[in-house]
């Protein structure tokens, strides 16, 4: 495992009582801040440090235009889509998440877009990889998210006629065990 | 000189014609409704209660029932249709495999529903999927048992909290024998099959599941 | 191969829409594609998945760490060491564990071990589907047995291992491990030759295969397609080199990538790697030391920070991604596994439309899905 990146600086609120001393702005001069941010020029982005990855926070409307931007700068190149995902943090809305990876430079980058819970749209990114195409549909599926523009929104890997309850949602519950047949689909048993 | 038949004809007997054997005493015959003057055809067979006469007159025959005959032929040579769904399928073909043979004991897996006899749910059965398994039943010609194998396909296995998890593959067909494990080891299978034969040859329907 | 031409029709053809149903004996599990031919020709593919769709993250979500582990056995069951080890490995990353020398040199011999086992059992399926049929499995099933008959010595289990632990391994290995792991390498090297006699050279398989399935290599990019199938393309991506995690920098071992792209330098892809597995598992054995499985102070209750991380490790059938969000307590708060087959199935469309249906079930075999990945 590649270790090379620093924690930041965490109160960790263990060791003894210290004089309270606000801990310094971090920095992220070490990681891939400083191109990035030179390549999303007029995107607002936030950066944070992940565990092994650089994340940087993009507001909802831009995330395509950065997206696209991060493909397309000549000292990034992020030409490969890891991953397309969505957390659903319950009150604060639901974070769509992008992982992306450049063959090239060989970096790694988190893209975060965080959704607010009473307007669940997003533009789709299978315009800047053709990855994102199933991803998407998966993400739409699983939490209710809508991708604008997507060229194929149907469902993935739900069943057709189950469409209307979104199963990695916080608030959808697991099921009850059935202990009587023929429950579960309204068939029974032959002979019943 | 030569004797002519006109000779032979003319010539008186000269030697009286031999009596008559003396007719035989009537004895019992050996085997009743027998002529009495019959020469035995039959050698006489002991009779013992309780076992078949006809054992000892015609041996190489095999008097069995018919239901007996078609159970024994079915349960000898079981065509699963190859349903692996998940991970149990794995399972499935390595006991097929030449480590744990199955063939020895006439299973054959069989692509087409229609001409298989077995349906082994092997797997997690889905509420997607569970119209396909149906109806893949319907096709099967009867007589068709269901071996439901893993845990999955028991009541949903470790997925059963889930909500478009069918919780047993029981819910739509039904099912014969029931194989616990996640995955059944392959001598799990076998026993099931064993277990299968077994009832075959108890219930001996010879329509098949009615 | 170039597509023949056909003479000029004097009467209007139709295309047929061929269902290739979720049960069929070559889709390698559930899965469904709508075939659109024109006579002999594809010209479109519509590949439904979501058969064996079973909510594995979110049942994550309500499991302790140590639990989910074996949801990750299930998910990728043909390399289940793989799909354990980026779990845990998660967890190692957000709980900032170190993992003693010993395990980790024994997590890379049974990660190795397992892709030569996953990568037998893909010879067994694509020689069945290319025409071999049953040969090929019985083959590969024979190596599968040995390998499985030393995990099973291991773990206790013949397919759902459960071993690996975060910080570790559960328990510690058998005290003939090497010995096993040698007498199991010469085995498999004898397997390998049987089944290279078998099919490589074989020339009624590279007819079948060879020019057949291709994608460039900018496409596979696009895709997302990793593993295997991406390198097969031209592009030199293996996460055990870009990457390192385990012990992969400081062993020796070389990774095959194709020319052309087509199904056949995908299967001679997966054989050669076989070959570099089991030299890196003899290189392991040298390394191997006594010593501890798991830190001295492993808390008995896993409580990881708030933090989030994505682990990517080098499955059998190619990038298998664990995005795992912890917002504090004993249980993940999203866990997504990014799995391979999904993305390499995306590619299924560019890879046989204008293929011959023949071609189709080969093409198929080849991005080797297991679709309890593709589904979760």
């Keep these: 495992m590649t270790t090379d990146e620093t924690q930041p600086a965490r109160a960790t609120g263990r060791g003894g009582a210290q004089p309270a001393s606000?801990?310094?702005?971090?920095?992220?001069?070490?990681?891939?801040?400083?191109v990035v941010d030179r390549a999303l020029a007029g995107v607002t982005a936030t950066p944070e440090r992940g565990s092994l990855d650089l994340i940087v926070h993009v507001p909802r409307d831009e995330v395509v235009a950065a997206l696209r931007a991060l493909k397309r700068h000549a000292d990034l190149g992020f030409d490969y889509l890891r991953s397309l995902t969505a957390v659903d943090n319950e009150d604060e809305g639901?974070?769509?998440?992008?992982?992306?990876?450049?063959?090239?430079?060989?970096?790694?980058?988190?893209?975060?877009?965080?959704?607010?819970?009473?307007d669940l749209r997003i533009e789709t990114a299978t315009g800047v990889w053709r990855a994102a195409n199933w991803l998407e549909r998966e993400t739409a599926e699983m939490f209710g998210v809508t991708f604008a523009g997507h060229p194929d929104p149907r469902t993935l890997l739900l069943p057709e006629d189950m469409t209307d309850t979104f199963p990695l949602r916080k608030d959808h519950p697991l099921a009850e065990i059935e202990v009587l047949q023929g429950e579960g689909m309204g068939y029974t048993a032959e002979g019943q | 000189m030569a004797v002519t038949p006109a000779d032979v004809t003319t010539q008186p007997a000269t030697e009286p014609r031999p009596a008559a054997p003396p007719a035989p005493e009537p004895t019992t015959p050996a085997v009743p409704g027998e002529h009495p003057n019959e020469a035995p055809r039959l050698t006489p067979v002991e009779v013992v209660p309780g076992r078949a006469l006809y054992k000892e007159v015609l041996p190489g025959v095999l008097q069995v029932p018919a239901d007996l005959l078609l159970a024994a032929s079915r349960k000898s040579s079981l065509w699963p249709m190859t349903f692996g769904l998940a991970c149990c399928a794995i399972e499935m073909i390595a006991t097929y495999m030449s480590h744990y043979d199955l063939d020895r004991f006439g299973i054959v897996p069989w692509p087409s529903p229609r001409q298989s006899d077995v349906m082994i749910v092997a797997g997690t059965v889905t509420k997607k999927m569970a119209p396909a398994v149906k109806l893949?039943?319907?096709?099967?010609?009867?007589?068709?048992?269901?071996?439901?194998?893993?845990?999955c396909a028991t009541n949903g296995g470790p997925y059963t909290r889930y909500d478009r998890v069918l919780q047993g593959v029981d819910k739509v067909i039904p099912v014969d024998v029931y194989v616990p494990g996640c995955p059944p080891r392959p001598e799990a299978l076998m026993d099931a099959f064993l277990a299968l034969q077994g009832m075959i040859m108890e219930e001996r329907k010879a329509q098949g599941r009615a | 191969m170039a597509m023949p031409r056909l003479p000029d029709q004097e009467f209007e053809t139709q295309d047929i829409m061929i269902?290739?149903?979720?049960?069929?004996?070559?889709?390698?599990?559930?899965?469904?594609?709508?075939?659109?031919v024109d006579g002999e020709v594809v010209r479109d593919v519509v590949p439904y998945v979501g058969y064996m769709h079973r909510g594995a993250e979110k049942l994550c979500?309500?499991?302790?760490?140590?639990?989910?582990?074996?949801?990750?056995?299930?998910?990728?069951?043909?390399?289940?060491?793989?799909?354990?080890?980026?779990?845990?490995?998660?967890?190692?990353?957000?709980?900032?564990?170190?993992?003693?020398?010993?395990?980790?040199?024994?997590?890379?011999i049974l990660c190795e071990l397992n892709r030569i086992s996953s990568h037998f059992m893909f010879t067994g399926a694509f020689g069945t589907d290319v025409g071999v049929f049953g040969t090929a499995f019985t083959y590969s099933f024979i190596q599968r047995e040995i390998v499985q008959d030393l995990f099973e010595e291991i773990t206790g289990d013949r397919l759902m291992y459960a071993y690996f632990r975060p910080g570790g391994l559960a328990w510690e290995v058998t005290d003939n491990f090497v010995e096993r792991v040698r007498e199991v390498l010469t085995q498999v090297k004898q397997g390998l030759k049987d089944v290279d006699g078998l099919m490589t050279a074989n020339e009624i398989f590279i007819a079948r295969t060879r020019g057949v399935g291709t994608i460039s290599t900018e496409d596979a990019i696009d895709y997302g397609m990793s593993g295997p199938a991406l390198r097969a393309s031209g592009v030199d991506l293996d996460i055990r080199k870009t990457?390192?995690?385990?012990?992969?920098?400081?062993?020796?071992f070389d990774v095959p990538v194709g020319e052309h792209g087509d199904v056949y330098d995908r299967f001679l892809l997966r054989v050669e790697e076989i070959r570099q597995s089991i030299r890196i598992v003899e290189q392991c054995l040298e390394r191997l030391r006594p010593g501890p499985i798991l830190p001295e102070r492993m808390p008995r209750?896993?409580?990881?920070?708030?933090?989030?991380?994505?682990?990517?490790?080098?499955?059998?059938?190619?990038?298998?991604?664990?995005?795992?969000?912890?917002?504090?307590?004993?249980?993940?708060?999203?866990?997504?596994?990014?799995?391979?087959?999904?993305s390499n199935l995306q590619a299924?469309?560019?890879?046989?439309?204008?293929?011959?249906?023949?071609?189709?079930?080969?093409?198929?075999?080849?991005?080797?899905?297991?679709?309890?990945?593709?589904?979760?």
């Design chain 1, 22 to 34: 606000p801990p310094p702005p971090p920095s992220f001069d070490d990681t891939i801040w400083p």
């Design chain 1, 94 to 118: 639901i974070d769509v998440v992008y992982h992306l990876y450049s063959t090239a430079k060989r970096l790694n980058l988190t893209v975060k877009a965080t959704l607010p819970n009473n």
């Design chain 2, 136 to 151: 893949l039943y319907e096709q099967m010609p009867n007589p068709k048992w269901v071996i439901s194998m893993g845990a």
């Design chain 3, 19 to 36: 269902n290739m149903g979720p049960q069929h004996p070559s889709t390698h599990g559930v899965f469904r594609m709508v075939l659109t």
């Design chain 3, 61 to 108: 979500e309500t499991m302790d760490y140590r639990q989910g582990i074996g949801y990750m056995d299930r998910t990728e069951y043909l390399a289940n060491f793989n799909a354990e080890l980026s779990y845990v490995m998660a967890v190692e990353q957000l709980m900032d564990i170190q993992v003693p020398e010993r395990a980790q040199w024994i997590r890379m």
């Design chain 3, 243 to 252: 990457e390192p995690y385990l012990y992969y920098d400081q062993v020796d």
């Design chain 3, 301 to 342: 209750m896993l409580r990881t920070p708030p933090g989030e991380v994505y682990i990517r490790t080098e499955a059998p059938r190619g990038e298998y991604g664990i995005y795992l969000v912890s917002k504090g307590g004993n249980r993940p708060y999203r866990l997504k596994i990014r799995s391979a087959g999904l």
């Design chain 3, 348 to 376: 299924l469309k560019e890879m046989t439309v204008g293929q011959y249906v023949a071609d189709a079930v080969v093409i198929l075999g080849s991005i080797d899905i297991v679709l309890c990945e593709v589904d979760r």
